[in-house]
């Protein structure tokens, strides 16, 4: 699919900052890693409208405005290691990979990372190392992060991700009972213990354990 043009692009970065996404460097480069690329099939031509679509293995791609605000929450600095589970299109950890230092994706389903894979080549996003994996555990052999963002939501935020965070570190993790009622929360680790932050009500798919079924 090729780019979109200008009035297209200007319209989504318009529902960007209607949704409150209004730091510049986020929508900056929100601007630059076009969209469309990360989906396939019937949806690809729905790539710039604010809504999650389908994609491979039972995931959605979050709709742009909850990635940006994810982003922005995450506070990333060009200095920055990041530790990203739920790989899903690869979409969002294209987005973090422009903003810090080096970003590492884990997914559960080896067809979704295989997928990115391939768009992170074809993007020259070098900095991106994509793992096959149970998220919910982290990587601990890279640790310790300077941020950790969570794509898909847990009950309370992950133990071993929490420990994984370096003092000073921030993790942006969805949590929530059920698929009805989830809340977009920021921690954050302080010399003292873990400081929370309810940022906005969202939906996503579980964090499961284990890996997925090849499809």
Do not use: W
């Given at each position: 699919?090729?780019?979109?043009?200008?009035?297209?692009k200007m319209?989504?970065?318009?529902?960007?900052?209607?949704?409150?996404?209004?730091?510049?460097?986020?929508?900056?480069?929100?601007?630059?890693?076009?969209?469309?690329?990360?989906?396939?099939?019937?949806?690809?031509?729905?790539?710039?409208?604010?809504m999650?679509?389908?994609?491979?293995?039972?995931?959605?791609?979050?709709?742009?405005?909850?990635?940006?605000?994810?982003?922005?929450?995450?506070?990333?600095?060009?200095r920055?290691?990041?530790?990203?589970v739920?790989?899903?299109?690869?979409?969002q950890?294209?987005?973090?990979?422009?903003?810090?230092?080096?970003?590492?994706?884990?997914?559960?389903?080896?067809?979704?990372?295989?997928?990115?894979?391939?768009?992170?080549?074809?993007?020259?996003?070098a900095?991106?190392?994509?793992?096959?994996?149970?998220?919910s555990?982290?990587?601990?052999?890279?640790?310790?992060?300077?941020?950790?963002?969570?794509?898909?939501?847990?009950?309370?935020?992950?133990?071993?991700?929490?420990a994984?965070?370096?003092?000073?570190?921030?993790?942006?993790?969805?949590?929530?009972q059920?698929?009805?009622?989830?809340?977009?929360?920021?921690?954050?680790?302080?010399?003292d213990?873990?400081?929370?932050?309810?940022?906005?009500?969202?939906?996503?798919?579980?964090?499961?354990?284990?890996?997925?079924?090849?499809?």
């Open positions: 699919m090729s780019s979109p043009d200008p009035e297209t319209q989504f970065l318009f529902a960007l900052r209607s949704k409150g996404v209004t730091e510049a460097r986020v929508l900056n480069v929100m601007e630059e890693v076009d969209r469309g690329p990360f989906i396939r099939g019937l949806f690809a031509q729905r790539a710039y409208e604010d999650p679509l389908p994609i491979a293995c039972g995931q959605t791609i979050s709709q742009p405005s909850v990635v940006g605000l994810m982003t922005q929450a995450l506070q990333v600095s060009s920055d290691t990041v530790l990203e739920g790989t899903g299109s690869g979409y950890a294209a987005i973090l990979s422009k903003l810090a230092r080096r970003v590492y994706t884990v997914d559960r389903h080896a067809r979704l990372v295989r997928e990115a894979r391939q768009i992170f080549e074809k993007l020259h996003l900095n991106i190392t994509s793992l096959v994996g149970d998220g555990f982290g990587l601990p052999d890279q640790a310790p992060f300077d941020r950790i963002l969570v794509t898909a939501a847990a009950e309370d935020p992950p133990g071993p991700l929490l994984q965070l370096k003092v000073g570190g921030i993790m942006v993790v969805p949590v929530g059920s698929d009805a009622v989830q809340t977009l929360i920021r921690v954050q680790k302080t010399p213990g873990l400081e929370y932050d309810e940022l906005r009500p969202v939906r996503f798919v579980p964090l499961l354990e284990g890996l997925g079924k090849e499809t």
